[in-house]
């Protein structure tokens, strides 16, 4: 059955896009404004790359929307199979693919999109198989900026907040991260020595300087504390619930992940809603 629904038949095709020569500042005005993770970058018509809330985060500096993207996307056809799809998405990690034809983009398909057929469907296998037990969990009050910091080194878009009695009360995800932090200007200054003769062997010397002022202007994830934006209201799921049961609450409260937990109510990891999408490679 899922070899029968195209990429054309779930595809988004009022599709938010960000254009060359573009900036940083649209495209975080832009994420914020649509409540999506990442959009096509156009230019002259045709897809040339990617940008996403990982790719703000990673460079907060850099300022230009072509130094900024991903270039060279991966993109796929209307007329290829979803199984096709969920398995690009799977084998390069990536959320979203930027559907084609004749170098036009006709619209975009996501693993959000693949998730509402599955749930539509009745596959009643367990998605403990399809677990990712290791989760890095952040204390109730760290602050958010170091919160992004840890889910930058360990390559997830979602960590579980723990607070002092060890108990799981909230989720941060990369979207609550973007939708938190602002762009902020500062003036900055370097000193630069007019003298010729500096070496690593001059230890103390009298030499004119020069002040250089300039601009820097970043991404700035504020030092909060996690508890102040993490989701409280958590929508939880069994160890032996369904795929489908599973990307239902995923479709119908707009969530990419679901902790799971056992019999007392125990945290057992999250369940990302890519993982789900395993359950159509494994079976096709």
């Not at 991966?74 to 199984?83: G, L, M, N, S």
Request: charged fraction near 25%; glycine fraction near 4%.
């Amino acid at each position: 059955m899922l070899q029968s629904v195209k990429v054309m038949d779930i595809m988004r095709t009022d599709v938010a896009y960000a254009t060359l020569p573009g900036s940083r500042d649209e495209v975080h005005s832009l994420l914020k404004e649509k409540r999506v993770s990442g959009v096509p970058v156009l230019k002259d018509g045709k897809v040339v790359g990617i940008v996403s809330r990982a790719n703000l985060l990673k460079n907060p500096e850099e300022e230009q929307l072509a130094l900024l993207m991903t270039r060279n996307p991966i993109t796929i056809e209307p007329h290829v199979d979803i199984t096709v799809a969920s398995k690009i998405l799977l084998e390069n990690n990536i959320r979203r693919l930027p559907v084609v034809e004749d170098g036009k983009l006709l619209g975009i398909i996501s693993v959000a999109d693949i998730i509402a057929v599955l749930a539509d469907m009745n596959i009643v296998e367990h998605v403990g198989q399809y677990l990712n037990p290791v989760s890095v969990p952040v204390w109730t009050d760290s602050p958010l900026n170091v919160v992004a910091r840890i889910m930058e080194l360990a390559k997830t878009k979602a960590v579980p907040v723990i607070d002092s009695q060890l108990e799981v009360v909230g989720i941060i995800t990369d979207r609550d991260i973007i939708n938190a932090s602002v762009i902020e200007d500062t003036v900055e200054m370097a000193d630069m020595s007019n003298g010729a003769d500096d070496d690593e062997w001059t230890w103390e010397s009298m030499r004119d300087t020069m002040s250089i002022y300039y601009s820097v202007s970043r991404v700035k994830v504020p030092p909060i504390p996690a508890k102040d934006i993490m989701v409280k209201d958590l929508i939880k799921a069994a160890y032996i619930s369904g795929v489908s049961e599973c990307a239902l609450k995923m479709k119908r409260n707009r969530i990419d992940q679901i902790p799971i937990v056992n019999a007392n109510q125990r945290f057992l990891g999250l369940l990302r809603d890519r993982n789900l999408l395993r359950a159509i490679v494994n079976n096709q």
